[in-house]
């Protein structure tokens, strides 16, 4: 039955069952490997899931993790739970290059389309989560007193609509970006260290890792 909350009609499970289509039979076997990559499962990695295989099917990849495997590459705006969650549903990884991170502090992504591969310029969906999920959890099901328990429940149950925006974007993808590129690899003029991808700044003459082009930028400082 449909349940009124707060103006708005939430179908428990059916409009999200609806909305992942040939995915609903594998949901709980996702959050079984996204919970095994993770560590435990909690209200991100049901995010994740959700959030990727949306974007799967928006896209109309159905493989993601076979034979769609080379058309997809996400972009993720945070380091937390969904986002191991949202590997494990696309088979992007940083080390097959098909994972970018960007560290904006959001809990959305960005799925791209390759194919067909022959433009820098590519279609894109953009996911987000809204955050009016967690208040709608809330009132979804009060009688649960623990937040993580109450918005996993619940975020099993809000359609996609009320659980995410989508945004159909634009991305600029350099064919040094894809996986599978294979670039020319130097060494630092100053340090001697491999770099590869074309990760060099070029000063004076000189080919220079970012680390020694600005010591002052970089993520760590030599002891001394």
Known sequence: M????????????LQHRRS???????FEELLVMAEAAHGHLCAGQILGVRMAVLGCQRLGIDEP????????????EIDRCATDAIGVVTGCRLGKRALKFRDW???????????????????????????SSKELARTLHPEIDN????????????????????EWVRVTLPPK?????????????????GINYDRFIERDGERL????????????QPLT
Request: proline share 5%; with cysteine.
């Open 2 to 13: 449909d349940r009124p909350v707060g103006g708005m009609v939430i179908l428990p499970s």
């Open 20 to 26: 992942i289509k040939k995915a609903v039979e594998s």
């Open 65 to 76: 993790r076979g034979r769609d495997r080379k058309r997809l590459v996400t972009f993720v």
């Open 105 to 131: 502090g959001k809990m959305a992504a960005t799925f791209i389309d390759l194919a067909p591969g022959d433009s820098t310029q590519h279609r894109a969906l953009r996911i987000a989560a809204r955050e």
């Open 147 to 166: 937040k993580n328990q109450q918005q996993m429940l619940a975020y099993r149950e809000i359609s996609d609509a009320d659980l995410f925006t989508e």
């Open 177 to 193: 970006e894809f996986p599978g590129y294979k670039g020319d690899r130097l060494a630092c003029a100053k340090c001697g260290e």
């Open 209 to 220: 890792c970012y680390g020694c082009a600005n010591p002052e930028d970089r993520y760590y």
